[in-house]
């Protein structure tokens, strides 16, 4: 195998491990960014956090963190609405890591 192949099927690896994978159910969990009257009459179920990783790109990383706040949101709650409070990211050499904090709610149960 030439190291040209080695280096394509390392990339191509590194892609689909990244790949903003979340259940069905959690994909249903709508997100806002931000506490507004759109969650007035919902019941407020609790805090949740999420974490995120990336070697594409920030944008990639944004849309990772997010997804895996719907997830957590859902796994922790059975939340139907989450709104992120703040997401903080950094940006290394190789790869960033973000971390996002929400509020959990049921807004359609």
């Not at 099927?9 to 892609?15: A, G, N, S, Y």
């Not at 609790?46 to 849309?63: D, E, F, K, W, Y």
């Not at 971390?99 to 709610?105: D, F, K, L, V």
């Amino acid at each position: 195998m030439s190291i040209k192949n080695l280096g394509l099927i390392t990339v191509i690896i590194l892609l689909n491990g990244c790949a903003a994978t979340i259940s069905p159910e959690a994909s249903n969990v709508q997100l806002h960014s931000q506490v507004s009257n759109i969650v007035d009459g919902c019941k407020k179920l609790g805090p949740v956090r999420a974490r995120g990783q990336s070697v594409v790109s920030m944008n990639h990383l944004r849309t990772q963190t997010k997804a895996n706040l719907r997830q957590a949101a859902y796994d922790q709650y059975q939340a139907d609405t989450v709104v992120m409070v703040n997401m903080d990211a950094s940006n290394g050499l190789i790869s960033g890591e973000a971390y996002a904090n929400g509020i959990a709610y049921n807004c359609f149960k």
